[in-house]
């Protein structure tokens, strides 16, 4: 009954920047700490950054300073902004609570390529 609909991933060139967004139904969204994953071909799924519900965030090292996360308890939606993208980065990009259940979505892919 959990859906989660991610949303806003593209190919774009390295530098460049989008931003995705997961819309939650069917959870109680305001009070849980919700994070963005990631899985690159040949990877493990793993945690991008996470925000809380009272919106303290934490990010793995190697997207600080360059992406942000962010939510809005009113439209139950989580957004990642991601900025000076790196070919790096390409992944098919997850919300989930945190920590994670096991109620993925589809997810969105993001390719930096030139």
């Known amino acids: 009954q959990v859906q989660l609909v991610e949303s806003g991933g593209g190919l774009v060139q390295p530098g460049g920047s989008l931003r995705l967004s997961c819309a939650a139904s069917?959870?109680?969204?305001?009070?849980?700490?919700w994070g963005w994953y990631r899985q690159a071909p040949g990877k493990e799924r793993g945690l991008v950054a996470f925000?809380?519900?009272?919106?303290?965030?934490d990010y793995v090292d190697y997207v600080k300073g360059r992406f942000t996360i962010s939510r809005d308890n009113a439209k139950n939606t989580v957004y990642l902004q991601m900025n000076n993208l790196k070919p790096e980065d390409t992944a098919i990009y997850y919300c989930?609570?945190?920590?994670?259940?096991?109620?993925w979505g589809q997810g969105t892919q993001v390719t930096v390529s030139s």
């Open positions: 989930n609570k945190y920590p994670a259940n096991n109620y």
């Open positions: 069917g959870s109680i969204f305001s009070i849980n700490a």
């Open positions: 925000i809380t519900h009272v919106g303290n965030t």
